[in-house]
């Protein structure tokens, strides 16, 4: 069974950095891809970015790219996304994933290709 926890939420000024992190209760994150999706009041929850399983290979949505940056510890259990930049548009509430398909060279971007999820954090972003 494989348990998800996300910190590292809050409210920043539009401009400003924050790190999220996702901690996972699994013996080990091993051939799995992780991601992170968001969801703001009123919308469908919508991608951000993704990591694959060795944490070789990225994917970012457009409306992130260049300015968040997604990584993993295997070690540790943990995965990460650092937001820079950031702009009142991504104020939603961030969930952590992980799809219990193995060794995918290139991790998904669709929300129902993952299995288990946290129970997100609040990140604000004030104007």
């Known amino acids: 069974q494989v348990q998800l926890v996300e910190s590292g939420g809050g409210l920043v000024r539009a401009g400003a950095s924050l790190r999220l992190s996702c901690a996972a209760s699994a013996r080990t994150l091993s051939g799995c891809a992780m991601g992170w999706f968001r969801q703001a009041p009123g919308k469908e929850r919508e991608f951000v970015a993704a990591i694959s399983w060795d944490g070789a290979t990225t994917v970012y949505a457009d409306s992130v790219k260049g300015r968040f940056t997604i990584s993993r510890d295997n070690a540790k259990k943990t995965m990460a996304l650092q937001m820079n930049s950031l702009k009142p548009e991504d104020a939603a509430v961030y969930y952590c994933?992980?799809?219990?398909?193995?060794?995918?060279?290139?991790?998904?971007?669709?929300?129902?290709?993952?299995?288990?999820w946290g129970q997100g954090t609040q990140v604000t972003v004030s104007s």
């Open positions: 994933t992980l799809d219990l398909s193995q060794y995918q060279t290139r991790p998904p971007s669709s929300l129902t290709d993952y299995d288990y």
